[in-house]
């Protein structure tokens, strides 16, 4: 595929005219962390121009290591006090390279990390995972692409007012389900519309934003792209939403769930393959795929996302909260199935001819999408190199199927089925699947250490 133009990208020619003419002077040079959050630097652009968008700069390795809190966590072996935390080196990824449109006179370049001296790819890096799976993709002639429906709240609150009240009691942006209605999502348009403008001047094209079914909730929709571009638009999406609620005095959150009595906030993927060679969707071996007729690469993908969707779901879930998301009849899934065109199911066939793709709804908007998208392609992979057909589809409304295999229901239980997974350290290497045990684990320890506050307020007087 030729990719077109899209406005906001920039080459490094024209980043160098635009600071000449002083309308740039800032570039945020970026990468993933393991929470999906962009860490990095703010360098000048004229020191970026003269040295880093050659050279690269310099960050501490615990940056892959570190919880929310950047806390350095011990017994990683990829960073830890015994090796002192050295450093590695971050160099710009020059696709990436666009302007930051929401932020005063600044650009934005996202970086691919590797090991100094040496020069090695730090395979722990969320970016570098999902390069080696579409790597993969390559060399059987592939090519994914790929779309993330990222949902999130707005509230009439400041991130700091919000901390000022323990984030209980806040104030949603609006005060009843606005699912699709225009008229109450005019309430969040000032805040949706400065992120539309953002995202679009800043080289992430937007198809559309709506009303979700929470009350202040939202959906934002980047345009469909091969798989990495995706992954990128949406760390970016999700970084500047925040910061322009941020501007504007107000506050949003990708957590998956963050009330028990509301809906969650969903990552919804939607994934097809086309040929490298063609550009066109891929074919060969047409068979039915419910009412459909689909490729034989297209239905070995599914069974493969079908049969390791278990081992998977920390990537697609990763926080202890993001388990209390998959409740029957909330539109998020409880069951590993698939159907087409059908909410219930975990997995949605839609579309058909060269419109045809899977979605996965296991994924919340807490989900760090380089790790959704690699875990996918992975499970996809192993599913076309071994011709695994996906099981029969689910018919009805699937909350009622006891008998279908069951999304994990906690972080506790998806460590296990991760832990377990020879399929994922096959796909990942011993090493990375180590480090993101580690990781997953101490998100659950740190949360088995507190005392909540649904504990004090059953349990001090009445006990």
Excluded at 387 to 404: F, K, M, N, T
């Amino acid at each position: 595929m030729v990719p077109r133009h899209v406005p906001g990208m920039l080459s490094l020619e024209e980043l160098d005219e635009i600071v000449r003419r002083d309308e740039i002077d800032t570039v945020l040079v970026a990468f993933p962390d393991l929470y999906g959050r962009l860490v990095g630097k703010r360098l000048t652009a004229r020191y970026f121009l003269e040295h880093g968008a050659k050279h690269g700069t310099h960050v501490c390795n615990y940056l892959l290591t570190c919880d929310v809190e950047m806390d350095p966590v011990p017994g990683y072996r990829f960073a830890n006090w015994e090796a002192g935390y050295g450093d590695l080196l971050a160099v710009p990824d020059l696709r990436t390279l666009r302007v930051a449109a929401w932020l005063p006179k600044s650009a934005l370049v996202l970086c691919d990390l590797v090991r100094d001296p040496g020069q090695a790819p730090a395979e722990e890096a969320p970016r570098r995972m999902l390069q080696r799976q579409l790597e993969r993709c390559h060399q059987l002639g592939l090519l994914p692409l790929g779309g993330s429906e990222l949902e999130l709240y707005v509230f009439n609150e400041s991130f700091d007012s919000v901390r000022a009240k323990h984030y209980t009691g806040l104030e949603t942006a609006a005060a009843y389900v606005e699912d699709y209605h225009l008229f109450q999502g005019t309430r969040e348009e000032p805040l949706m519309s400065a992120i539309r403008r953002g995202l679009e001047g800043s080289g992430v094209p937007v198809e559309s934003t709506k009303g979700e079914w929470g009350p202040g909730q939202q959906e934002i929709n980047v345009e469909y792209s091969e798989a990495l571009t995706q992954a990128d638009r949406n760390a970016i999406q999700k970084h500047a939403a925040k910061e322009i609620a941020l501007q504007q005095n107000r506050a949003v959150t990708f957590m998956a769930k963050w009330h028990e009595g509301l809906a969650g906030s969903s990552m919804h993927v939607h994934l097809s393959l086309r040929d490298t060679r063609t550009g066109l969707p891929v074919d060969g071996g047409e068979a039915p795929l419910g009412p459909v007729e689909a490729p034989e690469a297209v239905r070995w993908l599914l069974g493969g996302m079908l049969a390791h969707a278990a081992a998977l779901t920390p990537f697609f879930a990763p926080n202890v909260s993001s388990y209390k998301r998959f409740q029957a009849g909330t539109f998020a899934p409880v069951n590993i199935a698939w159907s087409y065109d059908n909410r219930t199911a975990g997995f949605r066939v839609v579309g058909s001819g060269t419109s045809l793709r899977i979605e996965c709804r296991i994924p919340g908007a807490d989900a760090n999408p380089y790790l959704v998208y690699a875990a996918l392609l992975a499970a996809g992979l192993d599913g076309i190199e071994n011709r695994i057909e996906p099981s029969p589809p689910i018919q009805g409304d699937s909350y009622g199927h006891a008998d279908l295999p069951r999304v994990p229901g906690t972080l506790r239980d998806a460590i296990v089925a991760l832990e377990r997974s020879d399929f994922a350290r096959r796909a990942f290497g011993d090493d990375v699947v180590a480090h993101y045990l580690h990781f997953f684990r101490t998100e659950q320890r740190k949360f088995d250490e507190v005392v909540t506050d649904w504990e004090k307020a059953r349990f001090f007087e009445r006990i």
